[in-house]
């Protein structure tokens, strides 16, 4: 009698702490239909593209956005604007050590740190960016419809030594100064 009461105690007990913490749900996000562009600006005009996402997840509890962490191939760094041999020459340039320099940083992460609701399917995240072994915050908004999600976000270069064409790192640089801010559109399936 008393293993039967010890035993419906303990139930109650973790039955309790289980719907006082519930479980979050992790989607794993759709690499192949899912979409990252960015577009970079320079003084003369302003360049874009796509970047694959290598893996990615999102956590809710329930329906609300709790938490996300997404890895980018930065291999696979690619311009939409321009064809032939500029397009070569930009996304090897894009690749190299003056900008990404993938061959010692093929990859950058993002990790989510705070998820503030905003509105019914808005939310404001923080979330720790590393590009070339390079973390900084970065803060930006989400929107979550179904099974889908969109961001945008800006990302300054210069705080992940990116520095070519960088008017915070040389001076007289004139109509061939890029800008140190480039705009991120991620559109997420999942």
């Known amino acids: 009698m008393k293993k039967t009461a010890l035993s419906l105690v303990m139930t109650a007990i973790f039955g309790l702490t289980a719907m006082a913490n519930p479980i979050d749900d992790k989607k794993e996000i759709n690499t192949e239909t899912s979409n990252v562009t960015w577009k970079g600006y320079k003084v003369t005009g302003s360049h ?16 609300k956005l709790t938490g996300g962490e997404f890895t980018v191939d930065m291999t696979s760094i690619n311009t939409t604007d321009l064809s032939g041999d500029m397009k ?6 894009l690749k190299s ?15 989510f740190t705070s998820v503030e609701a905003t509105g019914k399917n808005s939310y404001e995240v923080t979330g720790d960016l590393t590009i070339k072994g390079t973390t900084k915050p970065v803060t930006f908004d989400v929107s979550i419809y179904g099974s889908k999600a969109t961001a945008t976000l800006k990302v300054d270069r210069s705080e992940y030594d990116v520095r070519y064409g960088s008017g915070s790192f040389f001076d007289n640089l004139g ?7 480039f705009d991120l559109v991620v559109d997420l399936e999942f």
């Open 88 to 93: 070569g020459k930009l996304d090897g340039h």
């Open 175 to 181: 109509d061939k100064t890029i800008y140190d801010e």
């Open 97 to 111: 050590d003056d900008f990404f320099g993938i061959e010692n940083h093929p990859t950058s992460t993002l990790v």
């Open 48 to 63: 874009t593209g796509t970047i694959s996402l290598k893996s990615g997840s999102l956590e809710f509890d329930g329906d």
